[in-house]
């Protein structure tokens, strides 16, 4: 059952009751569409494209991201949509491989029209698409990806989340006051935009605060043997070693350094953050730490209404950072449209970068001049097989 803060929320969103202030270009003033909650106006559908990796080997985010921002959808449909019109959600599998991401986004602006693109939670496939997207003038949101590329790509990209300039700075501190490791090794995904950056800021950050790098080695995403890296690494005796890489090979890593003896912590960005991680790496990785968006022990009011919301709609499950910011950027993009009183991308790109305060899931999201959003990191701590909300760090 819906609550009250929900229904008000959703009706905020959908039927303009807000009062929209400040906003870009066509925001605020006359000639909104009247068609509020209660009257949708069926005057056509909105036509939203969204790419995920439903399936391959970032399936999980894919799918917690596609959950996150379904549900924003049905909600805001339920409420009759955004200025009498409802969403049309068109979700494309990129499979999680390179070349798909530009090719189902092309067909998502070209052939679908969809007015706004939703995508990606990899920073590599979000680097794929996004030109696709500047190029035809449609806003993009990413929900997840964290390299600060992304949005550089042109004034039509947007994200929802913070960047890994300030990620790889709050484990740089992690790792030196609470891990008080001095001597640390870093193993990067060379196939990996994200992982590449994460290492690169996690250095700056760790050197700067008198760490010292003791081992700097590469993997390939989807290896599946890294014993020669880690032997080297161990040789390097750290005190410590960031792991800056997603889920798959984690857990492997992981597993695989217990097995050569290198006991001593591995950590973790966001790109940890699977319910596979704890299946695949089991007790290896008991103990662990990684930096992530958000907890669902530590949200907001409407963070703890989003989170039963989730659980009815997906069988009880929790959802994850993925989830949230899924559902956060589906409703900063209502939000928007409601603001430019339609889908116009001009109009829809000024009410996008004009976006201040809104009360998102996982935190108040103001786009800054970047196309970016400030935001606090949470770290997160693998304990008895589940993640255990350590502290939130604010930027
Ligand atoms: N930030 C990661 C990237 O840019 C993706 C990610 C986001 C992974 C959130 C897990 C949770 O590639």
């Known amino acids: 059952m819906k609550t009250l803060a929900t229904i008000q929320r959703v009706m905020a969103v959908a039927g303009g009751l807000l009062l929209a202030t400040g906003c870009g270009p066509g925001g605020g003033g006359g000639g909104n569409a009247t068609g509020g909650a209660n009257t949708p106006a069926g005057g056509g559908e909105i036509i939203v494209g969204e790419y995920a990796s439903l399936t391959g080997k970032e399936a999980t985010f894919g799918v917690s991201s596609h959950n996150g921002t379904q549900l924003a959808i049905d909600e805001l449909n339920a409420a009759g949509g955004v200025l009498g019109k409802r969403f049309k959600l068109l979700t494309e599998d990129d499979q999680s491989k390179a070349g798909e991401s530009a090719t189902v986004v092309n067909k998502l602006i070209a052939r679908e029209g969809a007015v706004a693109i939703l995508g990606e939670v990899a920073s590599s496939r979000s680097l794929e698409a996004a030109p696709i997207c500047?190029?035809?003038?449609?806003?993009?949101?990413?929900?997840?990806?964290?390299?600060?590329?992304?949005?550089?790509?042109?004034?039509?990209?947007?994200?929802?989340?913070?960047?890994?300039?300030?990620?790889?700075?709050?484990?740089?501190?992690?790792?030196?006051?609470?891990?008080?490791?001095?001597?640390?090794?870093?193993?990067?995904?060379?196939?990996?935009?994200?992982?590449?950056?994460?290492?690169?800021?996690?250095?700056?950050?760790?050197?700067?605060?008198?760490?010292?790098?003791?081992?700097?080695?590469?993997?390939?995403?989807?290896?599946?043997?890294?014993?020669?890296?880690?032997?080297?690494?161990?040789?390097?005796?750290?005190?410590?070693?960031?792991?800056?890489?997603?889920?798959?090979?984690?857990?492997?890593?992981?597993?695989?350094?217990?097995?050569?003896?290198?006991?001593?912590?591995?950590?973790?960005?966001d790109g940890w953050e699977s319910d596979q991680l704890l299946k695949i790496g089991q007790e290896a990785v008991e103990g662990n730490y990684f930096s992530t968006h958000y907890s669902p022990e530590a949200g907001s009011e409407n963070g703890k209404r989003f989170v039963a919301a989730y659980q009815k709609a997906y069988k009880g499950e929790l959802p994850d950072a993925m989830a949230a910011l899924g559902y956060d950027s589906a409703m900063i993009l209502a939000d928007a449209i409601r603001r430019a009183g339609g889908t116009d991308p001009a109009k829809l790109k000024g009410a996008l970068a004009a976006t201040k305060d809104f009360d998102a899931v996982t935190g108040k999201i103001t786009i800054n001049p970047q196309r970016d959003a400030t935001k606090s990191a949470v770290i997160l701590q693998v304990k008895e097989g589940k993640f255990k909300y350590v502290e939130t760090i604010n930027p």
Do not use: H, W
Not at 144 to 157: L, Q, Y
Not at 180 to 185: E, I
Not at 213 to 223: A, Y
């Open 134 to 269: 500047q190029q035809a003038g449609i806003p993009m949101i990413s929900p997840s990806s964290t390299n600060p590329k992304v949005t550089e790509t042109g004034d039509c990209v947007f994200r929802v989340c913070f960047i890994d300039p300030f990620q790889g700075t709050v484990m740089a501190n992690f790792a030196l006051k609470t891990l008080k490791a001095k001597r640390v090794a870093i193993f990067t995904d060379v196939k990996s935009d994200y992982s590449k950056g994460l290492a690169k800021f996690f250095k700056e950050g760790f050197l700067k605060g008198g760490g010292e790098i003791v081992s700097e080695l590469d993997f390939n995403g989807g290896d599946k043997d890294f014993k020669g890296q880690l032997t080297t690494i161990k040789a390097a005796n750290p005190e410590a070693v960031f792991l800056p890489g997603y889920y798959t090979d984690a857990a492997l890593i992981c597993i695989q350094a217990k097995q050569l003896g290198l006991n001593v912590p591995l950590f973790g960005g």
